[in-house]
T-cell receptor, first 114, second 116 residues
Framework: AQSVTQLGSHVSVSEGALVLLRCNYS??????LFWYVQYPNQGLQLLLK??????LVKGINGFEAEFKKSETSFHLTKPSAHMSDAAEYFC????????????FGGGTRVLVKP | NAGVTQTPKFQVLKTGQSMTLQCAQD?????MSWYRQDPGMGLRLIHY???????DQGEVPNGYNVSRSTTEDFPLRLLSAAPSQTSVYFC???????????????FGAGSRLTVL
């Protein structure tokens, strides 16, 4: 069975500073990895996904993530935080190409300070 | 396109009461699922369905029932509500099959349930 660990349940960054959210996974099959974002009082929406085509994945709103197999990591970054990035971010892993389930990490809430 | 629609948005129940959370999607997605969201625990899969007439259990199925009589609808039933079921519930569907490979989940806005 797969699992996801997000280091840090809360992260505080200053506007304009680097955003780094950490995600480590375990999977018995080649993983498919996702980052989702949840804005206040809304459902989740996809930021980006890794499907083995490229290890550096670019998503919406200037976010990107790098898949590192040797470290079993899929960390999310954004060079310069904006006030609108305040949200909760979830890393998720699926059971390979034929899996039926998506497993989520515990989430990281990002606070952006002016 | 309405996407995934959940009703009600808010509900308060007493212990032992029953209720159904409704979920409907108009995107002709075969795969539908229910998650619950609790602080610090992320989203946990309750039940899922890969098509009409087919359902299966997720990580935390106890206390919940589902059925899938049509492609569009996937209701979640609480037969005898307990305080431990206080949570935010999300319905999600996926185009092209289960949320693996290139398939992405589309989420509803959520239903906040409080059990007293």
């Amino acid at each position: 069975a797969q699992s996801v660990t997000q280091l840090g349940s809360h992260v505080s960054v200053s506007e304009g500073a680097l955003v780094l959210l950490r995600c480590n996974y375990s999977s018995s099959v080649p993983p498919y990895l996702f980052w989702y974002v949840q804005y206040p009082n809304q459902g989740l929406q996809l930021l980006l996904k890794y499907t083995s085509a490229a290890t550096l994945v670019k998503g919406i709103n200037g976010f990107e993530a790098e898949f590192k197999k040797s470290e079993t990591s899929f960390h999310l970054t954004k060079p310069s935080a904006h006030m609108s990035d305040a949200a909760e971010y979830f890393c998720a892993v699926s059971e390979g190409a034929a899996g039926n389930k998506l497993t989520f990490g515990g989430g990281t809430r990002v606070l952006v300070k002016p | 396109n309405a996407g995934v629609t959940q009703t009600p948005k808010f509900q308060v129940l007493k212990t032992g009461q029953s209720m159904t959370l409704q979920c409907a999607q108009d995107m002709n997605h075969e795969y539908m699922s229910w998650y619950r969201q609790d602080p610090g625990m992320g989203l946990r899969l309750i039940h899922y369905s890969v098509g009409a007439g087919i359902t299966d259990q997720g990580e935390v199925p106890n206390g919940y029932n589902v059925s899938r009589s049509t492609t569009e609808d996937f209701p979640l039933r609480l037969l005898s509500a307990a305080p431990s079921q206080t949570s935010v519930y999300f319905c999600a569907s996926s185009q092209g099959g289960p949320p693996s490979g290139a398939n992405v989940l589309t989420f509803g806005a959520g239903s906040r349930l409080t059990v007293l």
